[in-house]
């Protein structure tokens, strides 16, 4: 290996290590990189089979010293050359901006966010909103005890003095408002200047306006006319009313951006599917675990029984069954012989297969799985929405009064009319901030998810709430949705002259002893009988067909038709039968002893006892409800009929699944894709509301937006109730903010003042929207009682 090594001073010859000068001229070359290594520069280095290797930084030395041979053999020269894909930024509130570098929102002002697969690491703007809320609550607890204190039986105004307490509110409320809510007077400021007006131009307006006036009546409170005095003749001071809205927002979007970050969780799962490393076969036979991203196109690697397949590839030696459940939504394991194909993160059953790698890196099925759900995932907007389309006319409007109220002092009013025009001005900002704006949402739903948890329906997206209640197309799986996805015995039909349960005894005593994926739904089938079993003789399993051997001196065969077709044995009896399972989604199985046809095992992956019921609940709603699977259209179609289904799409693979979710989006429908598989992850992510059995796999929960604990179908049902009262009260939230404020907003602009002769104090105006905000909150507590 001297070849990865020479010296400034060689003279055309190369050298090894043991004999390469160690001066400060001494350079290696890296094995992984290929860069140029100064001896004398402390860098790592390793010893392999009496070779000295060094390298340019740790990772390097990492990647080798996991799969030397990968780079020593010149295997690594033959990876292809990837450009390295750039980045894109794009908005979790407005998805269609997308920038090639990390800032802001255009429309709404947020963080953009990496698109794409997620990155391991902390989310920067959580842990720099978490800190700015820690200094905003503990600033904003001692203001409420100053303000609030004579009410809550703690005078400390009386101890300090009015004229202290107001500085000492001043110091306490600059770092909250200049400090920790610099991010929302940024997002407020985009607002501004692009025009889209929302819930943070609001709340800039609110806590800017509440901050600056009283920050002048603490400064100069001469400037005030005496009857806008407060507490000891002081003008009254709004500090505690901009801390706490500064912190019950930093509350809202801590929750957020946790809920955000776990949309990740899905594509982490998915990712977690494949094995780290797999066993490769080397040339010369010897065989080494080798990182995954190490093994390229044609490389053969071992998978040992109970493994994870590693790579996408044909079988080139051994037989086993694989289970492919969660990646085909097929309940039976498939069995797997030379010249098979498997798929890269299914499992492997009792065998051991040789497979030669045939699609690897992002050219994998899960990798492609990976990449549709990352995509489908950003199609998402949030619920604030809801709140935001409020907010483009109202924010406006206020804005526009408050100006209008300024100047009509200003014009009209009685001296100082500029004071009392900036008193009207604050009033109207104050009393139309957004404390209850901001919790009309998030109250409904945190309450709505405590009650749905309660009863089995677990929310983990907001969004999916408001969805759910305009759903009019429901896509279900088949496997583990509708049915239990397991198979049992159903039937079992018996020659007249052949007892039931020795017939069962000798089938389930010869299916014991194999790995068939029929045999354990047999054995237990025979159990659950009360049948004893006998120990069997001269097995053998016949590829695709079936199994043989001897049983309590019986020599007993089960396998499909063409096996005792083979034997020689006539299946016309039973042919008719055979195929009336099948179309009943069944599957057959012969059963022969002692070279006559003795009966009959039919096997099913049973339907769920609630499916129907919830079905026709959910037709009683007017929604058209879709069967999309992976199994076959016999077995589907059959399971449809049985439930009353209106459309049944069979045979159907990941990116088929979720093209037809997107191809009913595009003809205007609202859908919901109810699911429980790998394969169902695409389609559950593309929907406009995912749902995921919880007895399924763990990348189907996490892709989906709601997720039934029981794995019950009527959980739908109960969701959508849920859904439709929490959207009816988030409206309701919503008229109760903005009911007070167009209540407030004209009072605060002075419309009684000819009439009473004063101004509505901003101490009046912070109370109103208290008192807003109170309402909210008694509202949405209601859905505490939801009878769902």
């Known amino acids: 290996m001297s070849d990865f090594l020479f010296s400034a001073h060689s003279h055309g010859h ?9 001066d400060a001229t001494a350079m290696a070359i ?5 860069m140029t290594v100064r001896l004398d520069a402390g860098k790592p280095s390793l010893d392999y089979h009496g070779t000295t290797y060094h390298f340019c930084s740790q990772r390097c030395h990492g990647r080798f010293s996991a799969d030397p041979w990968f780079f020593l053999s010149g295997h690594a020269a033959k990876k292809p050359k990837v450009a390295k ?3 894109s930024y794009t908005c979790p509130m407005d998805p269609e901006i997308i920038r090639d570098a990390p800032g802001t929102c255009p429309i709404c002002g947020m963080a953009l966010e990496p698109m794409g697969v997620p990155v391991d690491g902390p989310n920067h703007e959580l842990v720099d909103f978490t800190r700015r809320f820690w200094v905003s609550l503990a600033c904003a607890v001692p203001l409420v005890l100053l303000s609030m204190g004579p009410m809550l039986g703690l005078p400390i105004r009386d101890w300090i003095g009015g004229r202290v307490a107001g500085y000492l509110e001043l110091i306490l409320a600059t770092p909250v408002v200049l ?15 692009t025009g889209h007006y929302n819930m943070w131009t609001l709340i800039s307006l609110g806590v800017g306006a509440a901050y600056l006036y009283s920050l002048i009546a603490t400064v100069f409170p001469s400037l005030f006319p005496m009857e806008l005095g407060g507490h000891h003749g002081g003008v009254a001071v709004y500090f505690e009313a901009a801390a706490v809205i500064v912190a019950l927002v930093f509350v809202g979007q801590i929750l957020e951006l946790r809920a ?8 982490r799962a998915l990712m977690n599917l494949a094995p780290k490393t797999a066993r490769r076969i080397q040339p010369d036979g010897t065989e080494q675990d080798a990182p995954l991203e190490n093994i390229l196109a044609g490389d053969h690697v071992r998978v040992r029984p109970g493994e994870a397949v590693p790579v996408d590839g044909v079988v080139t030696e051994g037989r086993s069954s694989v289970d492919e459940s969660l990646m085909t939504g097929e309940p039976l394991p498939v069995e797997k012989a030379v010249g098979a194909h498997v798929t890269g993160g299914t499992i492997n059953g009792n065998g051991t297969l040789v497979v030669r790698a045939e699609k690897v890196g992002s050219d994998s099925v899960l990798s492609q799985i990976v990449e549709m759900v990352a995509t489908a995932q950003r199609s998402r907007a949030p619920i604030q929405k809801l709140a935001d389309r409020v907010s483009a006319w109202f924010v406006p409007a206020v804005v526009i009064v408050a100006l209008a109220a300024f100047a009509a002092w200003l014009l009209l009013g009685p001296q100082p009319s500029f004071v009392y025009g900036l008193v009207a001005a604050v009033s109207v900002l104050i009393i139309a901030c957004p404390c209850a704006l901001g919790l009309a949402t998030p109250i409904s739903i945190m309450t709505a998810t405590g009650r749905g948890a309660r009863s089995g329906v677990l929310v983990r997206e907001a969004a999916a709430l408001e969805r759910l209640a305009a759903v009019d197309t429901l896509i279900v ?3 583990g949705t509708l049915t239990e996805g397991r198979p049992r015995l159903t039937d079992v039909l018996v020659h007249p002259s052949f007892p039931e349960n020795r017939l069962l005894m000798l089938a389930a005593s010869l299916e014991k002893a194999s790995e068939h994926p029929l045999a354990e739904a047999i054995v237990a089938g025979a159990k659950a009988r009360d049948v004893l079993l006998a120990a069997v003789s001269d097995f053998e399993a016949v590829n695709g067909k079936g199994v043989s051997g001897r049983v309590d001196g019986d020599l007993v065969l089960a396998g499909n038709a063409a096996m005792l077709s083979d034997a020689g044995i006539d299946t016309a009896a039973f042919a008719a039968h055979a195929e009336g399972l099948r179309q009943n989604g069944r599957t057959a199985l012969y059963i022969a002893v002692n070279g006559e046809l003795a009966g009959l095992l039919a096997l099913a992956d049973e339907i769920k006892v609630s499916a129907a019921e919830a079905i026709r609940a959910l037709h009683a709603e007017g929604i058209r409800i879709i069967m999309a699977t992976g199994d076959s259209a016999i077995t589907a179609n059959a399971v449809a009929k049985e439930l009353g289904i209106d459309d049944v799409v069979a045979d159907q693979l990941p990116e088929d699944k979720k093209a037809l979710v997107e191809r009913l989006k595009a003809e205007g429908r609202v859908v919901a894709m109810a699911g429980d598989g790998i394969n169902d992850a695409p389609a559950l992510a593309a929907a406009d509301v995912g749902i995921a059995m919880g007895t399924g796999a763990d990348v189907a929960l996490e892709s989906a937006g709601i997720t039934l604990l029981k794995g019950d179908l009527s959980g739908i049902v109960r969701a959508r109730t849920l859904s439709k009262a929490t959207l009816s009260n988030i409206r309701q939230n919503l ?6 404020n167009a209540v407030g907003v004209p009072v605060a602009a002075g419309l009684l003042y000819p009439l009473t002769g004063s101004l509505l104090s901003p ?4 109370a109103a929207m208290s008192l807003s905000s109170v309402s909210v909150v008694a509202n949405a507590l209601r859905l505490r009682r939801l009878k769902l």
Do not use: N
């Open 30 to 34: 890296d094995p992984v990189c290929g």
């Open 179 to 193: 400090w920790a809510a610099k991010p929302f007077f940024a997002r407020g400021w985009v607002s501004l200047r």
């Open 763 to 766: 101490m009046i105006a912070a």
């Open 260 to 267: 955000r970050e776990r949309t990740g969780d899905a594509i």
């Open 85 to 87: 894909k750039a980045t």
């Open 477 to 479: 799986d088949k496997t």
């Open 735 to 740: 008229f109760f903010a903005f009911a007070y």
């Open 14 to 22: 190369a050298h090894s290590h043991d004999h390469l000068p160690q």
